[in-house]
Every structure is written in structure tokens, then in C-alpha cells.
């Protein structure tokens, strides 16, 4: 072991939510050992302490349901335990032992005979010293010897039970006395010390941090490391931002500033104790351990608090009547004489017409509820009161000398509809505050760590389908590296399964499905409209008509949709009319490209021909890769049922042919381009010739190719008919003077329709400016390739016109 460098590492009850995450946090340990010397802190596993202080309470009550309640935590423990080492009997026992111990003092709490204060913080210790005790045993177990400690036996503090204040020089020296002369891996429980009388006490919620702090004080430890489940210290709080990044460098004054104002990440006094030291301070993720995290020094330039946000609250806003406002400030601050938190009352006036205003923070609020209730009515004062409010605050060290930066914020605020219920700027603090109810909340905190990261976008998408498109488009978007656009894969689905990661699925191998769950569009629906969603783009490969139908909704939540289904365009004119005008109301786009002419640019350019103020007077053409190839065997000899089979085989056609004989897919493609030039026309009005034969419209797939060859011959005279006439046919659409025709087309051979190959599309657009010779487009009209890049080049498109 080279003991050149200490190294104290703490893993939160997020690091040890199962056997599994505990092994990885063990193994982190074991690593370490290569390089220096570790001192591990730790947490009580994941929910304990939550659940310890759910069996305190009013526990009078409940006495029945103690025995249940320690079982469980008990059976947690023990199998943990079992599970994870060999079997070490004295520690299994010990491990036992606590869950005794926990209920004698659950029944003791109960009967009321002892300082209940003192006697819950005993409680709540059990969750810690549990866990250092597996954690040890783990180590151990695996070959690196390990010692518990209960740091009661050296942290020592006052007596304020629930968050006792460290006496920081006695603890030091006790710190360096115990875990200094041990010869094994010291393992020491968080949260927890003991008072003069040796009484345990706890030092406030998240505390195990606190006790990181202390021990890498004492020992002068070269790093102090938080490990827990995320990438380190983020823009934002995760839960609020799923778009938040992690930022890599921070100085201790930012993470104390930070920490104070609701980043839950690291404990606010945890950077106290080595504020003068040249300890490093690194945030970690236990279940990405290469990734580098968050490095905190004393020494850093910080400008790295620019770019975070924290969310806070919830808090009630209570408004009176200004002539009554100074008494109830002087009545809040006496009650709120014993709060430790900050901002348990804030106070505000604007001006002598205005009511005050009060921000309470929520629990203090109905703590006092009753004595201010009797206050109000003493004095027949109406209190207005609006509760489950969150403060969104914004940091930066720029607002002193970028005057422009508050602006920019409330711009972006006011433009998204976001009107603060209040607002605060104190010229001396580091951010600009926002007070908002939930929902707005979430938006205000995502659009601002979003617009403020730099120039760098974030988009998210889901893919619904992963069909021949779908699948090809995720492959390529896998490769994909835009300038100043991140894409975030939240989701992806196909008719059976549905993925849902809001932190983003990876896309460099194939997706992993093994978490999937079957899809639920009700569900799916839920979370793609949640009010936090900005800058969604829902990518349909699906060919569903429930997923299209689905688009209202979608657009009405502000999400914008890429498609290459046609099916939503060419339903009843209603919904085609109820789309457009969705998209126009909420601000969306809605592109749909490749739904006439696969990759090549057909919408596109009506689009920019109308909106350059053209007029578009004829439409006709090839759009259907399928046709052309078809027609293209005819010519050359080969049996109308061997070219469809081949056609089939080469997956040009669909499955069952008729989809594309039938003409429907091409009156689809011609009803949307008359849709787009923004005429109003119903399938049923479209006149389509089929190329089914009469006999075989209603029969089964099979039989319909078994029969097919008996049709062969009625096509071979039909072409050579034409040939000999030096003509060819092609199966073609017309749209004019607001009416679409489909069909078969007697074509010249050496017209440009008349020679396409392949699967080639040809559309030519008659308009005032061309109105001589059309203008034509003409490329591949088909295959699952170039239909995924024109998908990608509209979700590329949608991408870069959003602010
Ligand atoms: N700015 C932030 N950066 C990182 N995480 C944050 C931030 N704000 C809030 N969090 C939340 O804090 C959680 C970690 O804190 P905590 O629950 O105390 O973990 P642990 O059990 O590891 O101590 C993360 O899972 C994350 O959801
Ligand atoms: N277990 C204690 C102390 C602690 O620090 O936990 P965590 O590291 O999981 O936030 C609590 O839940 O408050």
C-alpha cells in the first residue's frame, strides 16, 4: 500500500442503495488502496434514516407496529450482510444487536421517560452504524481488513440534539487518536457525535458530509471525496433540470454559497472544517467512477457558480395590509426565534399603496399557522395567502459588471409567458431569485440552465418506432456532432416496449431495452407533455394512426414533431386544419419531409417557393421509388408477378404489395403536397387508379400472389403496346387547379419521366416564376437510408430554429 497521500472518501445512502451499488463502492475503496491511503465515511443505507423517523413518530400511537417496522429494517440489514461477506459471525451479531437496541429505544420513546430529543437522535443512529458495519465486513470479506467506528466515540459536540454544533478542537485531537493508530481500513459512521455527557447526537440532516469534513481536518487528508449518484456538482438540481451538467471546478466559496441555497449535493458545513487547507475537495459518482466530477479548491478563480441554479421551497406567500405589516414582521421574527433556517421568514416592501409581502418557508408557515390565525383575527386583518411556491435563484458573479445579465433573465422569463409571483435582487448576493408555483418553477429553472449554459443547445428527442427508419435514424444519430447542439435521446419506443430515460440513453452502442417497459401511450403522453418539457422534438417513425393521432396533444404542450408517416396529414381536412392551427397558436414546428419523395427536398421547397411569394399552379410527377422500379422490369420483359415479388424481395414494396398497387400511398403523397400549397381536398376526392387486379382486392396476401401470374400477360401486351409507339408507362400523380389525379401515364420513352430508373422520384413544379419549363426534382424516392437522413435533416432543421 503506498500510504504517500490520504485520501477520505464518503459514500451518501445513494452509493448504497443495494448489494450491488454497495460491492461498486467497496471496490472504489479497494482501488484506492494503490494509490493512497483511504479513510471511508458513510451514510446509512439509502431511505433509513427517512424510514428511522417515520417509526418515531407519533409513536405513542403505534406502539403495535414497532416489531414490524425494526423487522424490516432489520431483515434489510442482515441480508445485505449475508449476501455481501463471508460470514463474519461477531460483526453479524453486533449488526443484530442494533436492531435490539433500536427497539428498546423505540419502546422507551413511547412510554415518554426519558429526554425524547436525546433518545431519537440514539435512534437515528442506528442507520449509520449499521451501514459502516457492512461496509467494513465487505471490505474485509474481500481481502481488504477493514474496522468499524462509531464516531460518537470522537466527534464531539453540544448538546442540541437533531443538530448539534462540533466542538471542533477536542474532535480533531480524538479524530487523529483513533483513526490514526489503526491498522486497517477505518470505516466511520457519518451524521452522528456525542455530546459531554457522551450522549449520541446527530448533526443535521445530510450531516454525514459534515463528518467527512472533520475527519479529513484532522487527519490533513489530500482529498476529501463525496461519492454519490450523480456527475458530480450539476447546473442544477437534477430532479428539477434533467438537462443540468456538471460542472468541473468550483471554489470553496461557491460550493458553501451553493450548498446554503438548496444544492443538495454536498452538506453547507462540510467545506468549514479544511477551509484553510489545501485539501481537494472532489464530488463523485459511484456508478461512474472514471467520470472526473466536480474538483473544489480554495484556490480556484471561481466563475464557475455562473452557470448554476438551485430550486428551493416549498414556501407560502402571505400578503397584508401594509398598515399592519410591521407588526407582523416584529410577531414572525419572535416566533421564528429558535429557526436555524435562513430564509424560514423573508420580508418585503415595495411601496406605501402595495400590501407587504411575506415568504415563509412552508413548514415553518404551518408551524405558526395558529398563532397567526389568532393574530389576524385579534385584528380583523385579512391574510392572502398563496402556498406550494419554490424560489428559483439564478447565480452568477457577473451581475455586478454585466448590467445586460438581469435583463437577458427576465427576457427570457417574460418571453416564455413566465411572470414571478415575486423577485429578488440583492445588489450584494451572487444571484437574482424567482418565486413561482411548481409548474412554472420547473420551466423558469430548465430555461434558465438551459439559455445560460453558453451557446451549447440542448434538444431533447424521442423516437417512437424502430422499424427499418427508426432504427436506421438512431444509428445515425449516434455519429451525429452538430456545432452548438447537444441532442438528449430521453426516449424511444416501438409498438411493444418503451424506454424512458430522463438523464438521456446513451447512443453509442445499440440501446440497451433490458429496462423497458411496455408501451403506454397514456403514459408516454404524461411524461412527453410534463410542464417542465422545452425544446422536445417527437421524431414518429412509427406508421401508427394512434401515435398520429396523438399529435394535437402534443402540439399543444409545445413539443414539435418530425415525421415520416403520412398519416397525419392526410386524415379527415379537420384534423389536418386543427394541426395547423395548433402549430400556429403554441409556437411549434411540424416537418414532415420525407413523407413525399423520401430524402429529397419536395416540402421544402413549396415552402420556400410560397414563401418567397411564388404561386404554385401544377404539381405532377413520379413519387412512388416502388412504381418506378416496377415499371422499369416491365420494360424490360420481365412477368408483372416475378418484378412484384423481386420488388417485395428487394424491400421497395411493403409486405403486402397492395399498400403500394392499390395507388394509395402516391394519392397520400399528392394530398399532402395540395395540403401543404394550403387547399382544402379529402381523400375521397382524389380520383386513383389501382393496379389490383378486381378479383384479388379482398383475398388473403398468399393468395393474392399465388394469383397474380395469371395477370402477367394483360400487362406484357399492355407494354409493348406503348413500346412500340416509342412510349413507356408510368404510374404518376397530377395536381392541378386545386383537383389530384393518379394513375397510369402514356409517356414519351425519352421524356424525363419516361427514362427514370432505379427507384428514382421525379416532381415537377409548374409556378408564375416557372412557367415555362418546371422545375424539377429528382433522386432516389425510396429506402430506409436516405428516408433516416431526411428525418435527420428535419430534426437538425427543428433544432436550429429554436431559440
Ligand atoms: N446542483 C446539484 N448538483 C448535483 N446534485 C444535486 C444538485 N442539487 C440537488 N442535487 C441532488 O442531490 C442528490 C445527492 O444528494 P444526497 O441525496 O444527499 O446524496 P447522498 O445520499 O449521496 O449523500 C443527487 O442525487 C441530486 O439529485
Ligand atoms: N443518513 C443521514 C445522513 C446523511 O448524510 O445521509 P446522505 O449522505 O445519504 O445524505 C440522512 O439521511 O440525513
Known sequence: MNTSETHVLKFGGTSLQNPNYIKQSTQIVMDRTQQAHPFVVVSALEGVTDALIELTKDIGKKTDLIETGVDNLRQKHLTIFDKLTDGQHKKRNRLDKLFDEL??????????????????????????????????????????????????????????????????????????????????????????????????????????????????????????????????????????????????????????????????????????????????????????????????????????????????????????????????????????????????????????????????????????????????????????????????????????????????IWDLLVSNNLQPINAERNLDERFISFLFDRQDAQLAARLLNDYLQGDQKVIDLFVAGTGAVGHTLLKQLKSLEPEGITFRLIGACNSRNALWQEEGIALKNDIDWSDSEPTNWELLIDKLTAPHRNNLIFVDATGSEEVARLYPQLFENGTHIVTPSKLANTFEQAFFDDLQSLIKENNTSFRYETTAGAGLPVISTLNELQSAGDSITEISGVVSGTMTYLFNQLEQGVPFSEAIVDAREKGYAEPDPRDDLSGEDVARKFLTLARTLGYKIEREQIAVESLIPEALRDVDKDTFLDQLSNYDQTWEQRISAAQNKGQTLRYTGRFKDGKVNIGI???????????????????????????????????????????????????????????
Open 745 to 803: 401515364e402514356v409517356l414519351p420513352k425519352d421524356s424525363p419521366i419516361g427514362q427514370l430508373k432505379g427507384t428514382d422520384n421525379l416532381i415537377q413544379i409548374f409556378s408564375d416564376l416557372y412557367n415555362q419549363t418546371p422545375l424539377v426534382i429528382q433522386g432516389p424516392g425510396a429506402g430506409k437510408e436516405v428516408t433516416a437522413a431526411g428525418v435527420l435533416a428535419d430534426i437538425l432543421k427543428t433544432a436550429r430554429s429554436l431559440s
Open 103 to 408: 427497539t428498546q429505544d423505540l419502546h422507551k420513546l413511547s412510554l415518554d421517560i426519558e429526554n425524547k430529543r436525546a433518545l431519537k437522535d440514539r435512534i437515528l443512529s442506528i442507520g449509520e452504524r449499521a451501514s459502516a458495519l457492512i461496509f467494513a465486513s465487505v471490505l474485509s470479506s474481500n481481502g481488504l481488513p477493514a474496522e468499524s467506528f462509531e464516531a460518537h466515540q470522537f466527534i464531539k459536540t453540544d448538546s442540541t440534539f437533531g443538530k448539534a454544533k462540533v466542538k471542533q478542537d477536542t474532535t480533531r485531537k480524538l479524530i487523529r487518536e483513533y483513526l490514526q493508530q489503526s491498522k486497517f481500513v477505518p470505516v466511520v459512521t457519518g451524521f452522528i457525535g456525542s455530546d459531554s455527557q457522551n450522549r449520541i447526537t446527530t448533526l443535521g440532516r445530510s450531516g454525514s458530509d459534515y463528518t467527512a469534513g472533520l475527519v479529513a481536518d484532522a487527519l490533513n487528508a489530500d482529498h476529501l471525496e463525496i461519492w454519490t449518484d450523480v456527475n458530480g456538482v450539476l447546473s442544477a438540481d437534477p430532479r428539477w433540470v434533467p438537462t443540468a451538467q456538471s460542472i468541473k471546478e468550483l471554489s470553496f466559496g461557491d460550493i458553501t454559497e451553493l450548498s446554503a441555497h438548496g444544492a443538495k449535493v454536498i452538506h453547507p458545513q462540510t467545506i468549514r472544517p479544511i477551509q484553510d487547507k489545501g485539501t481537494t475537495v472532489l464530488v463523485k459518482n459511484s456508478y461512474n467512477p472514471s467520470h472526473p466530477g466536480t474538483s473544489i479548491t480554495s484556490g480556484f478563480e471561481s466563475n464557475g457558480a455562473l452557470k448554476t441554479i438551485t430550486v428551493t421551497g416549498p414556501f407560502v406567500k402571505l400578503q397584508v395590509d401594509e398598515t399592519h405589516a410591521f407588526e407582523l414582521f416584529s410577531k414572525l421574527t419572535e416566533w421564528s426565534e429558535q429557526e436555524t433556517d435562513s430564509e424560514a421568514v423573508g420580508f418585503k416592501t415595495s411601496s406605501e399603496f402595495e400590501p407587504a409581502r411575506f415568504i415563509l418557508r412552508q413548514s415553518f408557515f404551518e408551524k405558526v399557522s395558529n398563532l397567526l390565525g389568532q393574530w389576524a383575527s385579534s385584528r380583523d386583518v385579512v391574510l392572502d395567502l398563496q402556498s406550494n411556491l419554490f424560489k428559483v435563484k439564478k447565480f452568477s458573479n457577473h451581475f455586478s459588471d454585466d448590467e445586460s445579465l438581469s435583463k437577458r
